[in-house]
């Protein structure tokens, strides 16, 4: 990747700029709900930035659905098949895309009903969340969440990755989940998240983000 102008801004400002954003932004796919990725490891809290979007644009009117992607993990029985610490079942399949496609995206597509289901499994618990479905009204936008998003096909409108920076990830990954580290080497390998995504977040210091896009 080549050298990237970054700007320094606020949390509550970036979000601000991203609303503004998503209120012209028009699905690729026809549909009338955009989709949103909000790329980046847990550490880097991409969810925090979702949920400030989100509220941005409440107060412009505009709905939105936030949504995990940790809410679909597999079951336990399959995650840790090959033992708690394995990278390559990290990287390749805790997450449950099947029931991404099934119960996030096939919602909104053109013609569908737009009725998601906003999690499937309680990693906790390693139950089933029965949580209800939630309708996102036409004009909806969907702000999804989590690690490694963008090396699956999924149908994103917009894709805004959180950047940290090897040493920062150490630092603000818990030891426990050291493991995950070389899952985010190859990522950033393969699929370049910084260079693809559509709008770039530097979040080394948690108080003072630096964006482009």
């Not at 941005?56 to 029985?77: E, H, I, K, Q, Y």
């Not at 909104?108 to 009204?137: C, I, K, N």
């Not at 699956?152 to 603000?172: E, I, Y």
Request: aromatic share 8%; charged share 25%.
């Amino acid at each position: 990747m080549g050298p990237v102008r970054l700007e320094a801004i606020t949390w509550d400002r970036l979000a601000e700029q991203l609303a503004e954003r998503l209120l012209d932004l028009k699905p690729a796919d026809g549909s009338p709900w955009p989709k949103v990725a909000f790329d980046g490891a847990s550490a880097a809290r991409p969810v925090d930035l979702a949920e400030r979007v989100a509220e941005a644009l409440r107060v412009r009117g505009r709905p939105s659905l936030v949504v995990g992607a940790d809410g679909f993990l597999r079951p336990a029985s399959l995650r840790l098949e090959h033992g708690r610490h394995d990278v390559e079942s990290y990287y390749s399949g805790w997450f449950d895309t099947a029931a991404l496609w099934r119960e996030v995206f096939g919602p909104l597509e053109p013609g569908a009903d737009g009725r998601v289901l906003p999690d499937l499994w309680d990693a906790a618990t390693d139950r089933a969340t029965r949580s209800d479905y939630v309708q996102l009204p036409p004009g909806g936008v969907l702000l999804m969440h989590g690690p490694l998003l963008l090396r699956h096909w999924f149908p994103f409108d917009l894709t805004v990755h959180v950047l940290l920076s090897a040493g920062a990830l150490r630092r603000r990954t818990p030891e426990v989940d050291h493991w995950t580290l070389p899952a985010f080497e190859r990522y950033e390998d393969e699929t370049d998240p910084a260079a693809t995504a559509d709008v770039l977040v530097r979040a080394d210091d948690p108080r003072r983000p630096a964006w482009s896009g």
